[in-house]
């Protein structure tokens, strides 16, 4: 059976980006973006909150010089609230076709992202337990959030500043 830590560690090697993805108003949906703000935290320089529209970064992250692009988000899968999920770019077009809801899935994001060149793209998925307005993260989800922090601040490699694409910090 692969190991969670063992992936990470295999896969998110040299320079990686989070990508923060959902909607900060509707419970858990806030996930990506709260751990992609706890690793900015903890000082991961590449680190982007895309919010709801993910898409509007796909060239610069393209570009971007990452070896890893990691997508996190809150994805269902039929599981107990807090499951966790890891997929590599075929594995989630495969499971998350274009039906999304962002304007482009995430299976077509990564598609794009990595037919620009090296870079791999990943998702860092969790099953969500309510997307209510104005909820606040559930505890399953809360919990998992802070044991995927502790994985991502060992498993990924440090550096000390950000990428900058044509000039401009990322």
């Known amino acids: 059976m692969r190991n969670l830590r063992d992936d990470l560690r295999r896969c998110l090697t040299g320079r990686v980006c989070l990508v923060g993805i959902g909607n900060p108003d509707r419970g858990d949906d806030a996930f990506g973006l709260r751990l992609a703000e706890a690793m900015r935290d903890l000082g991961h320089p590449d680190v982007v909150l895309a919010e709801r529209v993910p898409e509007r970064w796909t060239e610069r992250l393209a570009r971007g010089g990452f070896q890893a ?3 996190l988000d809150t994805v ?55 997307l209510d307005y ?30 900058t694409v044509c000039g401009e910090p990322l």
């Open 134 to 163: 104005g909820a606040e993260l559930s505890v399953p989800v809360r919990m998992t959030l802070e044991i995927l922090r502790d994985l991502l601040a060992e498993s990924l490699p440090t550096r000390a500043e950000p990428l």
């Open 69 to 71: 692009v990691v997508f």
């Open 76 to 130: 269902q899968m039929n599981a107990a609230p807090g499951d966790v999920v890891f997929l590599e770019s075929a594995q989630i077009a495969a499971r998350y076709p274009q039906l999304s809801t962002h304007k482009l899935s995430l299976g077509t994001l990564a598609a794009l992202i990595e037919v620009e060149g090296p870079t791999r793209v990943f998702l860092l998925g969790v099953q969500p337990q309510s």
